[in-house]
């Protein structure tokens, strides 16, 4: 049992595979004697040595190509995306060869590998260090998707993801890396890493959530709580597979829902879901599924992202205008 | 104008006309000539002549199987082939270079090492028939399947050398166990920032990488000025390691040269870039048509250095092959036309159920739902028929 | 007025902005002396020159790339992607660069460009070759995303793309290319390029389709219509921005609708569609919107791709899925 | 093992040690020395003292930009500021050479060329404080916006440079016509496809692109060695177009060297690829900590051979420059100084709802929707707070 923040917790969970498996690697960008410019892989090439904790060359298609032989050798490559909007020059690799290589392949070449990428605004940043690139990869056939959003779940999700035998991206919410501390006890089994979980319990509307914007919806239950209002919150965790059936007993009780992230909402992971619950919740519906999340424009200068981002003010709006039907 | 100060001079200087010169040792006359530096070894003077009668073989066994393939495609059995004539000594000459625990990535075009490693010809006719996205087992043959984004194997390449690297498969000294990774590609892929990445990593972390462009002047429609103005081995020296230029259609010189660039790269001295100047006789693929593009002049100037037809020159003059041995040849190439005919047309359409569960090592509930929704769906209509 | 395929007629078209518009350039692997692969570029070097219609190395960053160097420069390039899973390569480059170049720049930097995709599958190619990426494109904001789906509108959206000041992603259902023959009025006023169009009335329920699959949906139509049961289907043409005020009215009349399209379903349009349908429709909907596409498998061996593929059948049976609500 | 054949090694020659030396005219020492092949051509003897002059004010306002911004970020007027510190000569050097015709592509350090091409050193930090991407206009300037992606606006000058070309603004022999375009990238960049490419793309349509990479030693924490084993201006030998190393501490020989490689561009002669040898001086920005990364040795010997010292001491030991010129310039500084302080605070935040409308040209009725309900939400507060 020890306290931990995000960053501190993947850290853990990133050793602990290290030394469960001689086959893990770590590559990207600065990873090793600066520990990556948010310090998830922190001591890491000290202990592990510069073979199994390597700085690449400055170029993401090649840290995600190189990727692919080191698995095809029998390794399990993880690598690190600096932040989310270097991923795109890897992309032709990660959606034409790692996921589609099991497939071509009959199974025989599997590719077990994860691509880490902090994802997600919030920080400040200037351009292109606060996308939510997840709906494109969750897309893409061959790849699963999952997002962690607290310490627990990023220890054992970074963990269950290195160990799974097909390549997952991994999405970590890097607003999160150094705020709440939480308890983590690292000899618990933890649930398993596809499944989504209710973490707050409600009967006026569903919220539905992933990484960053778990702890949004969690605020605004809290809020809307205050006001007599009890929200049930999902955190998904895990973006492809969806697991939706929590969803679904969910919707199925309230009537209502809201699906929250920061990407665009146009062809967001907001859409799938609605469309699904839609399918599968139809007549227990009594408002269409609310989507709010990033606006359908680029990433805005950082002073005004908070307007850009939902916020809690924007999930409750959302909550009414559902309530509302 | 301003005079061009001297520097920019000298260093152009250091690449116009610069390097090595193409490495041959079998002129397309059918004569053994000996290059600086390169030494043909293939054991003693018998050991050698059934090692060149050895390459013959296998020449006009590959021809075979992409003249059939052809044909087959003619026919309808195959939705596209790309053909390899012309690149027939390329291919063996660096396929039988290999050892059995080096590892090679291909293009789409590499039937000829394909057939060096033993994988059945008849499983690369799945992919261009439309049946699989390739049918051997790569840990099989340490072949790779077809790769046809253009160049993003070489960068498979290196991570697989990377790991060989992790492995302490390189430099021991032990013949069976050092390993090398043998990275295809063609002319025009060099332009693509994944084949230059893979130069800056494998030189980065002195992979035991050898790069290996067919440069048979096209890339489709484009000639291969379009892609550099100089020799393209030239490429490699400015990521750090050596490039050489070799005569692609000489069977012997291409041994040579890739054996050598291996066996640098088991011994633990980093990647080597080899430039096999070629020529594609055929059309880029059979649906190509080159007439629109290209003149039949170079055609009839390469027909002169066709990379078989020197060596068996080469046999014949020297009295190192009869004609016994030209005619079993013959029947062992119609033995392999008749075996890719006959099973060609016996690779049989994969179920399409089955696709669902090729996705992924661990099954997903989603897809497994969609599975069987599917096969639900094919059923009913099942059900009308009967 | 003369009769024409669709690839003949998108040569024309693309004749037609180069005579118009001297900034106009053609850029791609294959463009020049080939005409490309599917000659869409026919005879286009020979008659506007080498300077004009380009054959670029092959390297898709590098031409979308020099591109926005070229839109920078005044010129309006027209880069054609040889095959849809030939776009990665130079996703970087579309999605961080030419999206986002407008904005970045508070609109100082324009970026009047169009990326022609031939998309989707059916033509029995090797993988790689029938890959339908427009989801993607659409999530991106400061892209627009349009595809044709016949002859008339080939030449038409191909010269109104061109004349737009924004960056377009044009698809083109390369099966079509060679498929069907129309009439194409080279004088008669278009339609606006940012419009759906109703393409056949029906009151039973709505079918929305773009590109390969208005052929598919017109088909079911016309079979659903021998059973005494008509189908309207819509044309999307726009798939960014959305134009579904048609779908809508359509919607409202039918109470059912099904989005067709070669896509994965699993985040494909027909999620985003779905979810503004159920949104705006919400008490007119008689059933939940239902989605018929590619499934959510790497697109897989040619001999088995109908199976993949939307057809008729599949249509009809999400129609009947729909209406037994 | 087998013995490498001596193939490799030659033309491993002709790289090690190969190519022209590093180019410096004014050595740490602040002394005058030649190197064969360039010449600095500023004039007669006074216009040459008062350009230099002129390069030192440059030199000493670009600094000052710096430690101001850094000051700003310190005081949480800025989220983010990316030093130069160490790089100005190499920056004014290079921005110096340029005519007004000629187009630059910067990466994100480049505010001493910003400063050069007459971008208002305040409107550098919108970006950094978050109020904009970027708010100077491009075409005012001919000086692009900052590009944060690594190297893709290497690509970008090629493409720029085929426009130059296409308008038939090269080679003209007219001074004020014919146009070059200068692409600014890192020694990390140089890993990149996208760099890689635009050296295809420069090379096979021969533009007029200088493709100018400040090779600073360091990509964030990595070491140039992780990049190249060999020196990094030979890449452009591969390619086949010259490249040069020239000293980016030395603000004559910079100056010089790109004034030659932009005058070839301009007559047409193709690309040019130089590497100025500097050093980051500082962190990679504002958020890093290079002490975890770095040893402090070679800090203190980079300090040596500070790019200003030597200029002010040449400029003094030859009587070129007297207290009163350097009071000034300390003057002119602290002016600058102050106008960043002021001009900074009152960067104002932009309005959300503004966001909207500079999506596209042709704003979509999808996106205007948006705005409309964005606004009537933030409408809804103030009535509430009313
Ligand atoms: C990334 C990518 N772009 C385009 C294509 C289409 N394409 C297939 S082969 C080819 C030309 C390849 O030329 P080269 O590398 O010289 O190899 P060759 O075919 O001559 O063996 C092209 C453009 C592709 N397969 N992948
Ligand atoms: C494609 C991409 N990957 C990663 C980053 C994160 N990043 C920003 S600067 C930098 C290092 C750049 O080094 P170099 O090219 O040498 O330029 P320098 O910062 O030294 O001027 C990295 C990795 C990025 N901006 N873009
Ligand atoms: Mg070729
Ligand atoms: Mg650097």
Same mark, same amino acid.
């Given at each position: 049992m020890s306290t931990m923040t995000l960053a501190k917790a993947l850290n853990a969970g990133l050793r602990a595979a290290m030394e469960n498996d001689p086959k893990v690697l770590v590559m990207g960008e600065d990873v090793g004697k600066l520990g990556g410019v948010f310090r998830i892989t922190d001591g890491l090439q000290k202990d592990f040595g510069e073979d199994r904790v390597i700085d690449s060359p400055l170029a993401e298609s090649g840290i995600l190509g190189t990727a692919v032989g080191m698995a095809m050798r029998g390794y399990r490559p993880v690598c690190e995306i600096q932040f989310d909007g270097f991923v795109y020059p890897a992309y032709d690799q990660i959606v034409s060869q790692v996921a589609k290589l099991h497939f071509r392949s009959q199974g025989r070449v599997p590719m077990p590998m994860v691509i880490r990428i902090p994802f997600g605004g919030g920080?400040?940043?200037?351009?292109?260090?606060?996308?939510?690139?997840?709906a494109q990869f969750a897309h893409t056939p061959g790849l699963k998707v999952v997002a962690c959003s607290n310490p627990v779940d990023g220890y054992w999700m970074i963990q269950q993801a290195i160990a799974s035998p097909d390549p997952i991206v991994f999405l970590e919410p890097k607003r999160q890396y150094h705020a709440d501390k939480a308890e983590v006890d690292t000899t618990a089994a933890p649930d398993p890493l596809f499944a989504s979980r209710v973490v707050r319990s409600g009967d006026a509307a569903t919220l539905i959530a992933y990484g960053p914007t778990v702890k949004t919806c969690l605020s605004a239950a809290e809020a809307a709580a205050q006001e007599g209002r009890e929200l049930e919150v999902i955190d998904l965790r895990t973006l492809s597979p969806l697991d939706l059936d929590p969803v679904f007993d969910s919707v199925r009780r309230t009537g209502r829902a809201v699906v929250v992230h920061e990407a665009h909402v146009n062809l967001g992971m907001g859409s799938e879901v609605a469309a699904r619950i839609t399918e599968q919740c139809f007549y227990s519906l009594e408002a269409p599924v609310l989507r709010v999340g990033g606006?359908?424009?680029?990433?805005?200068?950082?002073?005004?992202e908070e307007d850009f981002l939902p916020d809690l003010d924007r999930v409750l709006d959302a909550v009414d205008r559902a309530l509302a039907y | 104008m301003t005079a061009v100060p001297d520097v920019f001079h000298a260093s152009q200087a250091a690449w116009h006309g610069g390097g090595p010169e193409l490495v041959q040792l079998l002129t397309p006359e059918g004569e053994r000539v000996e290059h600086p530096g390169i030494t043909l070894d293939l054991g003693d003077a018998a050991q050698e002549a059934e090692a060149i009668r050895g390459f013959y073989r296998d020449m006009v066994l590959t021809r075979r199987i992409d003249t059939e393939a052809t044909a087959l495609q003619r026919h309808g059995e195959l939705g596209i082939w790309a053909q390899l004539l012309g690149q027939e000594a390329a291919q063996i000459g660096s396929g039988r270079a290999l050892r059995p625990q080096d590892f090679v990535f291909p293009t789409y075009r590499e039937h000829g090492v394909a057939y060096c490693r033993?994988?059945?010809?008849?499983? @690369?006719l799945g992919l261009f028939r439309g049946v699989d996205h390739g049918r051997w087992d790569p840990a099989d043959h340490n072949f790779g399947l077809y790769t046809i984004v253009i160049g993003a194997q070489t960068l498979h390449a290196v991570g697989y050398a990377m790991g060989v690297q992790r492995d302490g498969a390189v430099g021991t000294g032990d013949e069976d166990r050092d390993t090398a990774v043998l990275a295809y590609f063609g002319d025009g892929a060099s332009s693509q920032g994944d084949v230059n990445e893979s130069f800056v990593f494998g030189a980065s972390y002195h992979t035991p990488v050898v790069f290996f462009c067919?440069?048979?002047?096209?890339a489709i429609s484009e000639p291969i000025e379009r892609q550099s103005?100089?020799? @393209?081995?030239?490429?490699a020296l400015g990521f750090g390691f050596p490039g050489v230029r070799v005569d692609g259609n000489d069977v012997l010189a291409t041994y040579a040269v890739t054996q050598a660039a291996l066996q640098r790269a088991r011994e633990g001295q980093g990647p080597t870039f080899i430039e096999a100047y070629t020529y594609r006789m055929g059309a880029h693929t059979t649906t190509d048509d080159p007439t629109r593009y290209r003149l039949n002049d170079d055609l009839e100037r390469w027909k002169l250095r066709d990379p078989i037809e020197r060596v068996r020159v080469y046999l014949v003059r020297n009295g190192l092959a009869d004609e016994a041995f030209f005619a079993e040849i013959e029947d062992e190439a119609a033995r392999m036309g008749e075996h890719l005919r006959a099973g060609c047309k016996a690779l049989g359409d994969p179920d399409p159920r089955g696709i669902f569960d090729l996705v992924y090592a661990e099954q997903t509930p989603e897809l497994a739902a969609q599975r069987d929704e599917f096969a639900a769906y094919l059923a009913s209509f099942e059900e009308v028929a009967r």
């Open positions: 920080i400040g940043a200037v351009e292109h260090h606060s996308e939510s690139p997840e606006f359908d424009t680029p990433y805005p200068p950082s002073r005004i | 033993g994988v059945d010809p008849l499983d @690369l067919q440069n048979n002047q096209w103005r100089i020799p @393209l081995y030239q490429r």
